[in-house]
């Protein structure tokens, strides 16, 4: 089946370094990716999108690139500060079953170090 | 400008009882999915549904399982007979659009999580 998948369970940088997440997909029908933050006890929240149409989209301090040749998404986090440790979920989005349901990864804990 | 809402944040139920999660979702949006989540793991999707209908529901367990979203009031996912690997969270989300479309984000509540004693 389709899969979603994360290539580091865990990244741990120091503070104001750059970090850089990972994720593969393997859906070729997938047309749209988004990339979710989620703290502890809370919710996934939003952080930024990018379409099959595009390879690269930038938002504050964060950027996402898509290379659909080999399947590959990251986020890139400029800067990275302490409240920037969360576990970081890759979604892609495609057709299942004539809906749109988001397929999440399994996610990496990013730890920032002050 | 409240959220996505679910109540309750933890429910405790013991093997055998009902568990019901209550899910409202932003104002303006009538679109609400469900997913579950294990611990260190991905969401899982359950159920897309839209007010009154069940627009897709491939990821429900068959049995067990239900989830509504009546034309008034919150939605509700209903789990009888609880096992101890219905310990989860669950969390839902809703969207303005039709997700029969691409490209559709969504925005999550802060999730309830089950322990199934």
């Known amino acids: 089946g389709e899969s979603v998948g994360l290539h580091l369970p865990t990244l741990s940088v120091q503070e104001g370094d750059n970090s850089i997440i990972n994720c593969a997909y393997s859906n070729s029908a997938s047309d749209y990716f988004i990339w979710y933050k989620q703290e502890s006890g809370k919710g996934p929240q939003f952080i930024i999108d990018i379409r099959s149409n595009m390879d690269k989209r930038q938002g504050q301090r964060v950027t996402v690139l898509l290379n659909k040749t080999v399947k590959h998404l990251s986020l890139q986090i400029a800067a990275t500060q302490p409240g920037d440790s969360a576990v970081y979920f890759c979604a892609e989005n495609g057709p299942s079953g004539g809906s749109y349901i988001p397929t999440f990864g399994r996610g990496t804990s990013l730890i920032v170090h002050p | 400008n409240a959220g996505v809402m679910q109540n309750p944040r933890h429910l405790v139920r013991r093997r055998g009882q009902e568990a019901r999660l209550r899910c409202s979702p932003m104002?303006?949006?009538?679109?609400v999915y469900w997913y579950r989540q294990l611990p260190e793991e991905g969401l899982k999707f359950m159920v897309y549904?839209?007010?009154?209908?069940?627009?897709?529901e491939s990821g429900m367990p068959k049995e067990r399982f239900s989830a509504e979203f009546p034309k008034e009031g919150p939605s509700i996912l209903r789990i009888q007979q609880v096992v101890r690997g219905d310990s989860a969270a669950y969390f839902c989300?809703?969207?303005?659009?039709?997700?029969?479309?691409?490209?559709?984000?969504?925005?999550f509540g802060p999730g309830t999580r089950l322990t199934v004693l």
């Open positions: 989300a809703s969207s303005p659009w039709d997700s029969r479309k691409s490209g559709n984000e969504q925005f």
């Open positions: 104002k303006g949006h009538s679109h």
């Open positions: 549904l839209q007010k009154e209908n069940i627009i897709d």
